[in-house]
Structures are given as C-alpha cells and as structure tokens.
C-alpha cells in the first residue's frame, strides 16, 4: 500500500509534523519555504530512483536491441552465405553445359570440315589429271 495516497494527504502529513502556523506574514514565509523545502527532499530521492529506473530500462531495451541487431546479421550472412553458395553451383552447371556443347560444336565442325577436305581432294586430284 502506497504510504501517501495522493499529493494532499502528503501535504496535510507535513503540516501535522510543523508547528502550529505563525501569526505573522514572514512566519508564514519562513513556514512556507521549510515546508516547500521538506517537500523537496522527500521528493528529490523518489526522482532520483525514477531517473534510475529508467535508465535502466534504456539500458536494458539497448541490450535487447544489439542482440536482436546481431541475430538479424548472423541470418542475412547465412542466406547471403546460401545464395553466393548456389549461384556458384549454378555457374559450375552452366560452364560444364557451355564446355558440352563446345566439344559437340568441334566434333561438328571436324566431321564437316574432313569431308569437305575429302571431296576437296577428290575433285581437285579429278581436276588437276584433267589439265594434263
């Protein structure tokens, strides 16, 4: 249970503990000032462990943030790590699928290339005992 409910009841518990009110203005004053005083020392370790609380409550929020920072970059590393892993696979696939069909377009081109140089051959020999 809270020791003083609200700010009157703290109020009318400080007059109980001061004298009875002086009759003259600069008593009154004086009263006043001990008063606003009494308050203020009451209240000044309440805002004091307030300030306290909330700082660390930052601290703390600033601790969940850069553990939940470092979860975010361990992940993305992880699929970038995954991505850069199957692009390469994919780069492999393609080189040996290019290097195929190279081999196959050589083949090709030697097949069509020797039997050129074979009718070649066999026309220009035809021609050349021709002109003799």
Known sequence: MCRYTTSRNHTNHLLRQTPPPATTTSG???????????????????????????EAKIRCLREEETVALGRMENEYREQLNALQRDADGKE?????????????????????NGGLIHQHMISGTNHHHGLS
């Not at 492999?92 to 190279?102: A, C, D, G, I, R």
């Open 92 to 112: 492999v696939k393609l080189m040996e699928t290019w290097s195929n069909k190279q081999m196959k377009l050589s083949k090709l081109v030697e097949q069509i």
């Open 28 to 54: 009154k004053v004086n009263r006043l000032n001990r008063l606003e005083q009494q308050l203020e020392a009451e209240n000044n370790p309440k805002r004091r462990q307030k300030t306290e609380e909330i």
